[in-house]
């Protein structure tokens, strides 16, 4: 429980703070007390929304995937995650009071600006959710316990090294063995 309600409330604070930013930079988004409740929106979309959808499209894409050109499945990637932004920010739109004018300002670069935003997000999200769960153990009066903390995903080289450990292979001649 206290995992998700970090993870949303820390997601929900950078959410508003995007939003009251595309309103204040975009000539065509009007925002203001609106992001409160848009950043519900953005932020439950964020979190259940947005893997589905890009789920869906991935897999549809990915049929056709073996006809394209490198260029071109870059391309299709982007355009999946473009319409996944897309598609977020009209639910956003749709559901709250955030005024949009003009096809370019209010349309488009909003997705823009959000993906923009999720990569920041992704790049800081550790730390700002560390951070929130801390402020969160102060302010219960409690501990993080094992059970609260979310396990530690281990790196891709943290688990080469422990699949070396396991048959004294490095990753290159277990490749070369699986050839054979």
Same mark, same amino acid.
């Given at each position: &429980? #206290?995992? !998700?309600?970090?993870? %949303?409330? @820390?997601?929900? =604070?950078?959410?508003?703070? =995007? /939003? /009251?930013?595309?309103?204040?930079?975009?000539?065509? =988004?009007?925002v203001? !007390?609106?992001? /409160?409740?848009a950043?519900?929106i953005?932020?439950?979309?964020? +979190?259940?929304? #947005?893997?589905?959808?890009?789920?869906?499209? @991935?897999?549809?894409?990915?049929? *056709?995937? *073996?006809?394209?050109?490198?260029?071109?499945?870059?391309?299709?990637?982007?355009?999946?995650?473009?319409?996944?932004?897309?598609i977020?920010?009209?639910?956003?739109? !749709?559901?709250?009071?955030?005024?949009? $004018?003009?096809? %370019?300002?209010?349309?488009?670069?909003?997705?823009?600006?959000? /993906?923009?935003?999720?990569? +920041?997000?992704?790049? +800081? $999200?550790?730390?700002v959710? *560390?951070?929130?769960?801390?402020?969160?153990?102060?302010?219960?009066?409690?501990?993080?316990?094992?059970?609260?903390?979310?396990?530690?995903?281990? *790196?891709?080289?943290?688990?080469?090294?422990?699949?070396?450990?396991?048959?004294?292979?490095?990753?290159?001649?277990?490749? &070369?063995?699986?050839?054979?």
């Amino acid at each position: &429980m #206290k995992a !998700w309600l970090v993870r %949303f409330v @820390s997601l929900y =604070v950078f959410t508003v703070a =995007v /939003l /009251l930013l595309i309103g204040w930079l975009l000539p065509g =988004v009007n925002v203001g !007390w609106a992001a /409160l409740w848009a950043g519900v929106i953005l932020t439950a979309a964020t +979190i259940w929304l #947005k893997p589905a959808v890009t789920k869906l499209f @991935s897999g549809m894409a990915a049929k *056709s995937a *073996s006809q394209r050109t490198k260029a071109g499945e870059k391309l299709v990637q982007f355009g999946i995650v473009f319409v996944v932004q897309w598609i977020i920010w009209v639910l956003v739109v !749709w559901l709250s009071r955030v005024n949009v $004018d003009g096809w %370019f300002w209010g349309w488009v670069l909003p997705p823009l600006a959000l /993906l923009l935003a999720w990569i +920041i997000y992704d790049a +800081i $999200d550790d730390r700002v959710e *560390s951070h929130a769960g801390a402020l969160y153990d102060r302010a219960t009066g409690g501990t993080a316990t094992t059970t609260d903390a979310a396990p530690a995903i281990p *790196s891709a080289e943290s688990r080469a090294a422990r699949d070396e450990l396991h048959d004294g292979l490095t990753p290159e001649q277990r490749r &070369m063995l699986d050839e054979l």
